[in-house]
């Protein structure tokens, strides 16, 4: 019998489970003469690494069909033996867990994030019907970062940052902490070994004054809390070396100042005794402010429960205590894993469906994105592992990552209430639409009674997938011509910058075939798609380039594409500038010219030309001094000019209450972004109110001042030209 299998059984026997070895048994001699002669890198029978993950879950407490498709996962990805024999000789359940970790290796993608995104989103799909799934892939993923070092530095890095990026979220989601703790580690050791090896060194240079200091406080805690408190169990824990990175290198904090490097953890039978224990506890330490946080009321969307505090003991250190029930303890460390483990969170509102509830909604979110590589950027920022609670005015309590914007918080609410939003308030204050909520924020939705709908800008705005999804699935329903024109003319800004030149019948047979390898219909779908943001042109722009060069590409081309000719050209920003082809175009600050001003552009020195509104005090003439007359060229705007200017107005008025809201709803009811917002109060009881707003021309501008004009209280309203 192999050794490496007797270590297997020697884990089955002593985990105190009951399995069917014989089962067990009969996956490894089918997966060992499956994989026969195969090595891994290190040289190691390749059987060495199934054996290795079956015994991770058996850590984990999985069952018997667990352990039998990690004996076999990679039998049918690897070797000849198909997926039916498996479903034959091992059941139903055992082949679809197999199936679901199985790579799509065969399947031709046009990139590399296009594989590792389509097989994120078939284990998504297997683990919506079985999240054993997802745990067999966990458990993969770190074995082979802990046998990681023999690869080559370049693939140690790419599965590093794809560990990081997609498996790390996803085992904080499912809330089993250790292999998402271990994943962190060994991924970042790989990452930035110079940060990693720092901290190393920081927590090893403590570590015995760390021992001594922990084993004091448990102490001193068992002797006040042990006499009340029969069934408990006090632990101490060193936070992981990815969790000080975080705070150390991304935001910037000294080693010292991180106050849960150091924590207890108290674990009691009922909840009443957790909140029992709190007040002991800031009775015998003094605790430091706004470091309290209850996840017991408010448990996090992993199911994550415990009551925190930070307190500083007599010799002025800070640590965390965390106090938690048995059952809390086990979905704390296991999560969904407690279920096989200890089989807690089975039944009632804490079912193993609902917990799984996320992943059909992640799935859900992303049929209207054609972009399949959407999915793992939802994994990267909704899934992410810092999380900030919102209230609504009703005291229900939303989850959001952290950044995220008052429209993400409507679109959590729901669909309706965002496609409806006009506005917001965050603790009875009005913001503008880009402002991000915290935690404890009592968020305050303003929504109008007709289905108006969002705007395109607000997909550049939101943090979450889900609200991008749904605002671009709007779009995709509601505003079908405007989307084909919208991808009309991106393509056409794209050709322009990449100097690739069609003549009509080219164009429409390359964009009908290129729609037609796209899986669209029709290139009017796929105009539409670009449209609605369902398809990332910088995603297509390299491969399009290519065909060109490759297909289309003529010296005479190349001749045409050098040419500077004294006519008028159209730039991308929709300015014609005389005399410069496919020039580079930016907008002065000084004045911040509009579509409708009468402007001038002056070459600059390595950054394109700069377009200035005619009467601008910068303009050669304006001043009376002129002393590089050459660099100064003709402009003018574009007949349709398609692209969104920032525009900033002053407005001086009676102060009053509501003036502010009056301001928000009226350019909401407009559909005018507002980028910014300030307001100051003047001694005469008056105030000034400086507003930045997202607009397309003149025009509008125009009519957003007659219109702010006639909200009561505005004495006057100027454009800023300063």
């Given at each position: 019998m192999n050794v490496s299998y007797e270590s297997l059984l020697n884990k089955l026997n002593q985990s105190g489970k009951t399995f069917n070895i014989e089962k067990i048994y009969e996956a490894f001699m089918v997966a060992d003469q499956a994989h026969g002669d195969q090595k891994r890198v290190s040289g190691e029978p390749y059987i060495i690494h199934p054996l290795n993950v079956a015994m991770i879950l058996v850590d984990l407490g999985m069952d018997t069909d667990t352990?039998?498709?990690a004996l076999l996962h990679d039998v049918v990805e690897d070797t000849e033996i198909p997926l039916h024999d498996i479903e034959k000789k091992f059941g139903k359940d055992v082949a679809l867990l197999v199936d679901g970790v199985t790579k799509l290796g065969r399947i031709p993608?046009?990139?590399?994030?296009?594989?590792q995104a389509e097989n994120v989103r078939k284990m998504l799909l297997a683990m919506a019907q079985d999240v054993r799934v997802i745990i067999i892939k966990l458990a993969d993923r770190l074995h082979n970062m802990r046998t990681i070092s023999v690869m080559p530095d370049h693939k140690r890095r790419d599965k590093s940052l794809e560990t990081m990026e997609v498996y790390a979220p996803l085992a904080h989601r499912l809330g089993i902490r250790a292999v998402k703790e271990e994943l962190e580690d060994l991924s970042l050791s790989y990452l930035d070994p110079i940060g990693y090896q720092e901290i190393e060194?920081?927590?090893a240079t403590r570590k015995e004054d760390r021992q001594l200091f922990l084993e004091r406080i448990k102490a001193r805690l068992y002797d006040r809390l042990s006499n009340e408190h029969e069934n408990m169990m006090i632990e101490g824990r060193v936070k992981s070396i990815y969790g000080i990175y975080r705070k150390v290198y991304m935001q910037g904090r000294a080693f010292e100042s991180i106050y849960d490097v150091y924590a207890?953890?108290?674990i009691v039978d009922s909840v009443f005794e957790c909140y029992n224990i709190l007040g002991i506890i800031h009775d015998v330490f003094r605790p430091i402010p706004n470091r309290f946080k209850d996840y017991i009321s408010t448990p996090k969307p992993n199911m994550y429960q415990?009551?925190?505090t930070t307190v500083i003991d007599t010799e002025g250190i800070p640590f965390e205590v965390q106090i938690r029930t048995w059952d809390m303890h086990y979905t704390a460390e296991y999560g969904v894993a407690a279920h096989w483990k200890y089989k807690v969170g089975i039944s009632g509102k804490d079912s193993l469906e609902d917990r799984l509830a996320w992943v059909r909604q992640l799935l859900e979110s992303q049929k209207e994105s054609d972009d399949v590589e959407d999915i793992v950027k939802s994994i990267k920022t909704d899934i992410a592992p810092e999380e900030v609670f919102v209230f609504t005015p009703k005291g229900d309590v939303i989850s959001l990552p952290t950044g995220s914007t008052v429209i993400d918080f409507a679109y959590a609410i729901h669909t309706a209430v965002g496609n409806r939003m006009t506005g917001a308030k965050i603790d009875g204050r009005i913001v503008s639409l880009d402002s991000k909520v915290k935690t404890g924020n009592i968020v305050d939705i303003i929504t109008t009674g007709q289905n108006n709908g969002p705007s395109r800008d607000w997909l550049n705005i939101v943090r979450t997938s889900e609200a991008r999804?749904?605002?671009r699935s709007w779009f995709k329903k509601e505003r079908r011509e405007e989307n084909i024109a919208e991808g009309k003319a991106i393509i056409e800004r794209e050709f322009k910058r990449n100097l690739i030149h069609f003549d009509d019948k080219q164009r429409e047979e390359y964009l009908s075939e290129t729609a037609r390898r796209m899986?669209?219909?029709s290139p009017d779908d796929f105009y539409a798609a670009l449209g609605y943001g369902g398809l990332s042109v910088e995603r297509i722009m390299p491969r399009i380039k290519e065909d060109y060069i490759k297909n289309y590409k003529t010296p005479d081309t190349d001749k045409v594409e050098k040419v500077i000719t004294k006519r008028k050209i159209k730039a991308s920003s929709g300015v014609i500038v005389e005399g410069l082809d496919s020039c580079l175009v930016k907008f002065a600050h000084c004045c911040?010219?509009?579509?409708?001003?009468?402007?001038?552009?002056?070459?600059?020195r390595g950054f394109g030309v700069s377009i200035h509104k005619k009467d601008c005090t910068n303009v050669c003439g304006v001043r009376g001094n002129c002393t590089e007359p050459e660099r100064w060229v003709k402009a003018e705007w574009a007949e349709k000019v398609k692209e969104a200017f920032d525009s900033t107005l002053d407005i001086y008025c009676v102060d009053r209450s509501g003036l502010l809201a009056d301001l928000s709803v009226m350019l909401s009811n407009l559909h005018v972004p507002i980028h910014a917002l300030n307001s100051r109060v003047l001694k005469d009881q008056h105030a000034t109110i400086q507003v930045t707003v997202s607009i397309t021309g003149l025009e509008q501008l125009n009519q957003i001042i007659n219109s702010v004009k006639k909200i009561p209280g505005v004495v006057d309203v100027e454009r800023t030209t300063r």
């Open positions: 352990v039998v498709a993608f046009s990139s590399r994030e296009q594989q060194e920081q927590l207890v953890r108290i415990s009551l925190h999804n749904k605002i899986h669209y219909n911040n010219p509009l579509p409708g001003d009468e402007i001038v552009g002056f070459v600059t």
